[in-house]
C-alpha cells in the first residue's frame, strides 16, 4: 500500500499552502483511491538545532561512561545564568545541561537536541529529568530515536552531527528548527490500491488522480527527462522465451544503462533517504536507494547488477528444469520451468539465472560497497507470468506488487536515464552512450483502441453524461479520442493504463471522475418467487435443531496432518485415506485437506478442554474432500477472457470431491448438578438423536442399524440409511484409543452425517396430514429380543404390525440382565394408537396389540415380555 509524503506529491501537481492530509486523502477517495491510514508529523514540538559547548565524561558504577553536557540551543531557549541548574562544566554561559550516552561527537559540533516538550516517534514524549546525579534538560538525539532509520550515512551512527555524513555542507545555527532542516513535519497518506490500477502504485500516478480530483496543475516528471536512446554496442541483451504462457512474451522491452566509475563510498543525499524513509523503505546504499526512489517516483521497477559480477551477453529465458538461483535475501531457491529468469554467462557450464524477472534479483550480480561500474535494468515484463512467480517463491516484492498490475511500457528508457543522472549526480562516474534498448518485435506499447458509443455511459449508469463529459473525462485521464461517426468514438488508452480494454472500463471511468456522488441510489427490488434454496433451508433448518438442543456450533480450518489419519483408527483401505495435498499450506505440519469432518473437529474439541471446558456439545457443517480416484492437473484458464465451458469442465473435474458434511462430538455433564438434580452425561445415545435431529430437520427418513465405522467404538456405532440403503452418515460412542489420543472425557462420543445426501432423498414438497380430532389410546410393549437386533427393526415391525392406527413408537427403555437371559435384551417402546375415522373400540386396540406382537415374533422373534 503506496505512503505518499505530500512534500513528494507537490514536486508533480500543486498543493495549496496549507494542505493537510485530510484534504489529500478526501481528494483521493473521490475518485477511487480507498485512504488506508494517514501518518501524522513523526515529531512535533520544540526540535532545534544546539552547539556542544562542554561536556565532561563521568564514569558510572553500572560500568558505563555518560557524557554531561552543555548546549547551546539558541537564545530562545537557553536557561540565562542566573537560572538555578547543575553546575556547569567550562565557562558559564547561556545553555542547558544534557545527559547522553553517546560517544561520536565533541564539543564544537553541532547536534540535534529534543527540547521538554517535544514529542517523538512512539510516540515519546521528551520532558527535564533527573539522572545520572543531574537534570537532564532535553536530549541529544539520533537517527533511530527521530525515525529516520538505521543512520544518516556511515559517519554519523549514533547521534547525528550536523555538517558529516549526508548532513556535510548543511549550514545551521543553534535554536535553528531541525524539524524542517530534517523534513520530519511531512504528513503522510497511506491508500489502497486496487488491482487495476498499478500506475497508482507510483508518486507520478497519484499526483495525476490528485489533479483530476481537484482540478490542480499536474506535471508529468517522465516529460522531464529525456529518455535513453537505445544505440549499437550496448550491453548484449537477447530475448529468449520459447515456452510464453499463453502466447505472451515474458518481456517485451529490456533496456540497459550503464554507470561507470561511481563512488563505491558515496552515500545516498538527505532527501532521497528521507523520502524512502517517510514511503516506508529503508535506505541502503546509493546505488540501491537511488533505483528505489525512481520506483517509487516513477512506477517503473528497476534493478541494478554490478557490472563486474556480470558475463555477457543478457539472456530473458525460461528457467530450466532443476535450475537453482540463490536471491537477493540469501535464499535458495529452486526454479519452475514456467520462471522467467534472467540469465548471464557467468555459470560452470556457460548459462546460469541471476534474477527472477520482475521479483528479485540474485546474490551472485548484487550490488556491494566495492561496486564501481553499475548496469541499469528497466523491463517490460508479463504480468502472468510475474504474478506466478511471486506467488511460486512466496517473495512478494515492490517490483512484482507493480509488474503484476502492469507498468507503462514507455517507462524503460526514461526511469534508466533517470536512475543513471542520480547516480552520477551524487556518487561520480560517467553515463555509456551506449545504451540497449532490446524489443520484441510486434509488441505493442499502446493498447488497442476502444469502440464507445457516446450514448453507452448513460445506458450503463444511469446518469445522462453529455458528449461533453463523455469525451473529457476520457481526455483527461490520458486517452486519444477521435470521431468514429455515428455517435462512435474510437478511444486509444494511454500506455500506463493497461486495465482499459472494453468499452465498460471506460464508462467506469467516466463515472468515476464526473463523480460517484451524481449516481443515484436505487434500491433494486427482489423478483417475486426467489428465495433460499432447498439446500440452504435444510442447512438452516439443520444447525437450527442441533443448537436447540443444546449444541454450540464451531469453526476449524479444514487442514490437518498425515498423522491425524492413524489417530482416528482408519482402516489402509478406507477412501477417506484419498487425501488432497496442498502445494502451498499454511502450515507444513497441516499439508492435507480433512477427508471427514472428525478429523478437524475433534481437535477443535481438544482445544476447548485444554482451556478449562469440563463438557463438549460441538457441531459444525462444512465440506470434507476426497481425491479422484484418478487425478488429473487441472488446467489454468487465461486472465484475458472468460473460461470457455470445456475448460470449466475440465478445472471441476480436476477438483477434488466436496462432501457437505454435518458433524457433532459430545463428552462430559450435559450441565452441571443444580437442585433438580445431576443431568447425566452425553452420551452415544445423544449422539444418534443428534444425527436423527439433522435428518428430521432436512426432511428425509433415516433406518439405524449396528455397524462397525472407524472412528467408533465397534459395539456403540449406528449407521444411518435411507430407505434405499445408501448410507449416509454414522453416530456413537468414539473408540477409547480416540478418546485417549485426543485426551477427551471417558466414553466420548460424536456423529457425522452427509447432509447435501440428505437433502437430495427429502422429498421436494411435504404433504400435510389431517390431524384426528378422536381421541388417543396408549399400549406399552416390552419385547425380548436377541442381543444384536436394532430397536429400529423391532420399531418397524411394530408400526408395519399395526398399521394406520399407529400414530408414534417411541423406544423409552432397554435392559439386559440375569432376568431376560444370556446374548438378550428388553426393548420396551410407548405406542400411541388413533385413528382418524372414530373413537377406537376396546376390540380394536385388543387387534392391534395381537397383530403388532405378532408383527415382532415373525420379524425379529421378538417375545413380549411377561
Known sequence: MPRI????????????????AESVAAALVSVGLEEEAIWPAQVTGPLVVGRVLDLVKEPQKNGKTINWCRVDVGPEHNEELDSPKDPQPGEERPSRGIICGAHNFEPGDLVIVSLPGTVLPGPFPIAARKTYGHVSDGM???????????????????????????????????????IALLGLGDEVVEINVTPDRGYAFSMRGVAREYSHATGAAFTDPAERIEGAVGTRGGIPVQLRDESPIRGRAGCSRFVAVEVRGVDPQAASPRWIQQRLAQAGMRPISLIVDVTNYVMLDLGQPLHA?????????IVVRRAHEGEMLETLDDKPRALAP?????????????????????????A?????????????????????????????????????????????PLLPPIAAMRAAQLIVEHGGGEIDHRVTDERVDGAPFLPAPISLAVTDAERLVGVAYTP???RGSLETIGCTVEDAGDGELSVTPPAWRPDLTIAEDLVEEIARLVGYDQIPSVLPQARGGRGLTRSQRARRAARTALAEAGLVEVTSYPFVAPGVLDDLQLPADDERRRTVRLLNPLTEDEPLLRTDLLQTLLPVARRNLGRGEDALAIFQL??????????????????????????LAAIDAALPEQRAQIAAVLAGPRRGATWFGDAGSWDWADAIDAARRVAAASGAEVLVAAAEHAPFHPGRCARLTLADGTVVGHAGELHPRVVKTFGLPARASAMVVAIDALVAAAPAVIAAEAVSTYPVAKEDFAFVVASDVPAAAVEGALL??????????????????EQVGEGKKSLAFAVRLRSAEGTLSAEEIRSARERAIAAVDAAVGGVLRA
Open 800 to 817: 408395519a404390525g399395526i398399521g394406520d392406527v399407529a400414530e408414534s413408537v417411541e423406544l423409552f427403555d432397554v435392559y439386559t440382565g
Open 5 to 20: 509524503p505530500l512534500t513528494w506529491l507537490a514536486d508533480h501537481v500543486d498543493l495549496p499552502t496549507g494542505t493537510s
Open 305 to 313: 547488477y554490478d557490472s563486474h559480477q556480470l558475463v555477457g551477453p
Open 364 to 408: 551472485s550480480t548484487e550490488v556491494s560497497a566495492e561496486t564501481v561500474n553499475v548496469i541499469i535494468e528497466a523491463a517490460s515484463f508479463d504480468p502472468v507470468t510475474v504474478a506466478r512467480s511471486a506467488r511460486r517463491h512466496r517473495l512478494p516484492s515492490e517490483a512484482s506488487r507493480r509488474f503484476e498490475r502492469g507498468v507503462d
Open 622 to 647: 462444512a465440506p470434507a474432500f476426497i481425491a479422484r480416484e484418478e487425478p488429473t492437473p487441472a488446467p489454468i484458464p487465461g486472465v484475458d477472457a472468460v473460461p470457455a465451458a470445456q475448460e
Open 338 to 362: 514456467e520462471d522467467l529468469v534472467i540469465a548471464d554467462c557467468g555459470g560452470e557450464s556457460g548459462d546460469r539465472a541471476i534474477g527472477i524477472a520482475g521479483v528479485m534479483g540474485g
Open 468 to 470: 461533453e463529459q463523455v
Open 140 to 178: 541529544i538525539c539520533s537517527t533511530a530515536e527521530l525515525g529516520l532509520g538505521e543512520g544518516i550515512g556511515p559517519e554519523t551512527e549514533g547521534i547525528i552531527v550536523v555538517g558529516k555524513g549526508t548532513l556535510a555542507g548543511v549550514e545551521a545555527e543553534p535554536g535553528d528548527d531541525a
